[in-house]
């Protein structure tokens, strides 16, 4: 089982409409999580982090985080073609403050 | 503020040939990684640094090794290329181990034939 799974998609949604992207962990004890966004040749850039419980919100973008049931979640609303990229959940494993562990990414494309 | 720099930005090499990949950051950040990030894999730790003068294995070492040179330089070396280690590498710092906020660099693109 991997550490981090996220499905691959592609995902795609029409442009104005919400994109929901999950993510889930094996390591119960994880204690941070980020999310980033990759486009096609670049390199990942962080977008959001969630250490609590519950929702965090920046703009357009929201993460939540339930650390009973062990996902975390990335909406995007109002979704316009730039947000056309890879996303990318991190997790950083109990016991190990130095590494971040990562998903293979969901690939999503918002159709104008 | 040029934030991570990498060079070479591409690297064709040839099974056994040695190289060493540069990375410098000017955000006086103390920690510094080198990831390789391959189809379906997703982003895989080689080394990091936690701090100057510092070097720690991550979940992918074998093949690699580093040397952090000063505060804002952590480079990684090929010694005896593989078609195996062909992959993207990425270069990222982040101002401390607890803060996991990384940025990253541009990526260099290696092919190793």
């Known amino acids: 089982q991997k550490e981090v799974e996220q499905n691959s998609g592609p995902l795609s949604v029409p442009e104005g409409a919400i994109a929901s992207l999950n993510c889930t962990y094996s390591?119960?004890?994880?204690?941070?999580f980020f999310w980033y966004r990759q486009y096609s040749g670049k390199s990942p850039e962080l977008i959001m982090f969630i250490y609590s419980n519950g929702d965090k919100e920046d703009g357009r973008f929201t993460a939540q985080l339930n650390k009973a049931s062990q996902y975390v979640s990335l909406l995007i609303r109002d979704s316009q073609p730039s947000d056309s990229a890879t996303y990318l959940c991190?997790?950083?494993?109990?016991?190990?403050?130095?590494?971040?562990?990562f998903g293979s990414g969901t690939q999503l494309t918002v159709l104008p | 503020n040029a934030g991570v720099t990498q060079t070479p930005k591409f690297q064709v090499l040839k099974t056994g040939q040695s190289m060493t990949l540069q990375c410098a950051q000017d955000m006086n950040h103390n920690s510094m990684y080198w990831y390789r990030q391959d189809p379906g894999m997703g982003l895989r730790l080689i080394y990091y640094s936690a701090s100057e003068g510092t070097t720690d294995k991550g979940e992918v070492p074998n093949g690699y090794n580093v040397s952090r040179l000063n505060k804002r330089e952590f480079s990684l070396r090929l010694e005896s290329a593989a078609p195996s280690q062909t992959s993207v590498y990425f270069c990222?710092?982040?101002?401390?181990?607890?803060?996991?906020?990384?940025?990253f660099g541009p990526g260099t693109r290696l092919t190793v034939t």
């Open positions: 990222a710092s982040s101002e401390g181990l607890t803060n996991q906020g990384k940025y």
């Open positions: 991190a997790v950083s494993p109990s016991g190990s403050a130095r590494q971040l562990t």
């Open positions: 390591d119960r004890g994880s204690q941070s």
